[in-house]
Nanobody
Framework: VQLQASGGGLVQAGGSLRLSCVAS????????MGWFRQAPGKEREFVAA????????YYTNSVKGRFTISREKVENTVYLQMNSLKPEDTAIYYC????????????????WGQGTLVTVSS
């Protein structure tokens, strides 16, 4: 499976962006698709995840109520709708797949896409 993330850009604080992650190859119901981000000088951190089959969603506390992860099975795509963006959301955003079920550590995920840069100005 190859993953291609897109949708990043420059936005003012309070604005919105929608990231997309298109998967080429089969995504199984047992897989979990995750979004992570990495800011300059910081470690890669978990943002959100969704169980491909049942659609259960999970978020890190700092984005709850602002970000929404969803998936479109027909399009083999995972989305991350980001609202009320803050300067601290600035990072490269990556999508990846976990074949081992729900996980919050980046090392549990594979098939990392190339990332898409999100910059939030104050």
């Amino acid at each position: 499976v190859q993953l291609q993330a897109s949708g990043g850009g420059l936005v003012q604080a309070g604005g919105s962006l929608r990231l997309s992650c298109v998967a080429s190859g089969r995504i199984f119901s047992s897989h979990v698709m995750g979004w992570f981000r990495q800011a300059p000088g910081k470690e890669r951190e978990f943002v959100a995840a969704i169980r491909w089959g049942v659609g259960n969603t999970y978020y890190t506390n700092s984005v709850k109520g602002r970000f929404t992860i969803s998936r479109e099975k027909v399009e083999n795509t995972v989305y991350l709708q980001m609202n009320s963006l803050k300067p601290e959301d600035t990072a490269i955003y990556y999508c990846a797949v976990s074949r081992a079920g729900l996980a919050y550590g980046w090392s549990e995920y594979d098939n990392w896409g190339q990332g898409t840069l999100v910059t939030v100005s104050s």
